[in-house]
C-alpha cells in the first residue's frame, strides 16, 4: 500500500559523501518503520539503518555507526540516508524499505521494498 523510489546513487571515491532519497507514494511512511538496506554482489542483504514506529527513533549497524544518518521528512513523504566518509566495503545496492515493525534489522519484517540503487565507491 507504499510504493518506494529510491534516488541520489552513484560512483564517489573514498572518503566523499552521498545522501540517498526515498520517495513514498501512497500511504503515508509515517504509519510504517523505515529502514535501509544494501546488498553487495555474491552477499546477502542486510541492514543497514532504520527509523522505529511510533517514536521515530533511528538505530543503525555497527558498520555504519558515525558515519551514515537516518532520517524522515513526514511532510514530503521522503526518507534519506546521508553517508559520509564512505568506503570501498560500502559498495552495493541500495533499498529502502517499510513494514509495520516498531524495532527490526531482519529483512523480513519489511513488506514494502524500492527498486534499489547502486552506490559504489572507488578505492
Known amino acids: 500500500q507504499v510504493q518506494l523510489v529510491e534516488s541520489g546513487g552513484g560512483l564517489v571515491q573514498a572518503g566523499d559523501s552521498l545522501r540517498l532519497s526515498c520517495a513514498a507514494s501512497g500511504r503515508s511512511f509515517s504509519r510504517y518503520a523505515m529502514g535501509w538496506f544494501r546488498q553487495a554482489p555474491g552477499k546477502e542483504r542486510e541492514f543497514v539503518a532504520g527509523v522505529t514506529w511510533p517514536g521515530g527513533s533511528p538505530y543503525y549497524a555497527d558498520s555504519v555507526k558515525g558515519r551514515f544518518t537516518i532520517s524522515r521528512d513526514i511532510a514530503k513523504n521522503t526518507m534519506y540516508l546521508q553517508m559520509n566518509s564512505l568506503k570501498p566495503e560500502d559498495t552495493a545496492v541500495y533499498y529502502c524499505?517499510?513494514?509495520?515493525?516498531?524495532?527490526?534489522?531482519?529483512?523480513?519484517?519489511?513488506?514494502?521494498w524500492g527498486q534499489g540503487i547502486q552506490v559504489t565507491v572507488s578505492s
Open positions: 524499505a517499510a513494514g509495520g515493525h516498531s524495532y527490526s534489522r531482519n529483512v523480513n519484517s519489511y513488506d514494502y
